[in-house]
């Protein structure tokens, strides 16, 4: 099988890395043309733990693909980009082709939808990743890989349900397994970034925690979602004490962050039912006031 992996960061690097080492023809595309080079001469190093080991698949940079010459893609970049990348897309790819959508948040499939794309197919990504450098990729957490139930994916996914390190489930329900998910980004996410502290902290301050729940209460009266999700946040805040969160680490490095489509999503879905948010409004303005003071892009 020929797979793509579009956007070479974390998830991105992470995921090539492991379809390659399954011997599946990877396609690495990657936004800046000299990323590209690089993972061409020196392949995509994995670290994890004192483990360190190599691939070499093909990358290519965006401006040159001019069609896909692939069963599928991985599409792995942030929600921040995705609505230009949708231009990108509409131009290079067939709308036919399946794309492994593995965003956190909501609102990009729609975007894809709306753009004439057919072969959506959503993945939820458990696993904690992070970019090294334009070749290394660092595994910080083992999780998983959970992906809508589709004939393709019970191809792509087979040499993975076993994995050790990089399993693949699939999901009947994958609306439910990214709420799961979504309940957990905008509740632990964004009070991490405010107030600059790791996941664990929220766990071992009130006031902290107060404030994730107070965010807790407001999405998941909007998603009609109950009390039993945030044993969900406890136990991810648990298991993630020593993490900063991709949104904390996205205002440090003054990157623009992911809330438009985790806080942003909650406020627009409580304007079509109307219903109060005012703590999530506080924050997602709060985390536009940090965007704007640390943003250097
Ligand atoms: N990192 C993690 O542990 C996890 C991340 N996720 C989710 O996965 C998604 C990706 O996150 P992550 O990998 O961390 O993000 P990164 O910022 O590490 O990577 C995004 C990549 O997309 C590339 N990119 C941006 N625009 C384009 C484009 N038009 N064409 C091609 N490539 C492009 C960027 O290129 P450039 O390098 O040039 O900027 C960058 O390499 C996010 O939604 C995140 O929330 C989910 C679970 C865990
Ligand atoms: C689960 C959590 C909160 C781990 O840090 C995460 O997904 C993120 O940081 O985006």
Redesign the pocket.
């Known amino acids: 099988m020929k797979i793509m992996v ?7 690097l992470l995921t090539a890395f492991y379809f390659q080492k399954a011997q599946i023809d990877v396609t690495v ?4 043309k000299v ?1 590209a080079e690089k993972i061409n001469r020196e392949g995509i190093k994995l670290l994890s733990g004192d483990h360190q080991e190599s691939v070499y698949p093909k990358a290519v940079p ?1 401006e040159e693909i001019k069609s896909a010459e692939a069963e599928a893609a991985f599409v ?4 921040t ?1 995705f609505s ?2 949708v231009l ?1 897309a509409k131009s290079h790819l067939d709308v036919t082709l399946p794309l492994v959508l ?4 909501e609102g990009h499939t729609e975007k894809l939808r709306d753009a004439g794309f057919t072969e959506l197919i959503r993945a939820i ?7 090294e450098s334009d070749t290394a990729v660092r595994h ?1 957490g083992k999780g998983k890989m959970t992906a809508e139930d589709t004939s393709i994916m019970h191809l792509l996914g087979k040499p993975f349900f076993k994995h050790a390190d990089f399993p693949i489930q699939l999901s009947k329900n994958i609306k439910a397994e990214a709420e799961r998910k979504f309940i957990v980004n905008v509740t632990v996410n964004p009070v991490t970034a405010v107030y600059g502290v790791r996941n664990g902290e929220l766990l071992a301050n009130e006031s902290l925690l107060d404030k994730a729940y107070q965010l807790f209460t407001e999405a998941a009266g909007v998603l009609c979602l109950d009390e039993s999700y945030w044993r969900d946040v406890l136990n991810v805040l648990d298991i993630t004490a020593d993490n900063c969160s ?1 949104m904390l680490v996205d205002i440090q490095v003054g990157r623009r962050t ?1 809330a438009d489509a985790l806080t942003g999503y909650v406020i627009a879905e409580a304007e079509k039912q109307k219903i109060a948010v005012p703590h999530t409004i506080e924050i997602h303005n709060q985390l536009k006031q940090l965007e704007r003071r640390e943003r250097i892009d």
């Not at 579009?6 to 991105?12: E, F, K, P, S, Y």
């Not at 792995?76 to 929600?79: D, F, I, P, S, V």
């Open positions: 579009i956007g070479a960061g974390a998830v991105g595309v990657a936004r800046r990323q965006a792995a970049l942030k929600q980009e230009s990348w990108w593995l965003q956190n948040g990504v458990t696993h904690g990743a992070m970019r910080t991709s992911e």
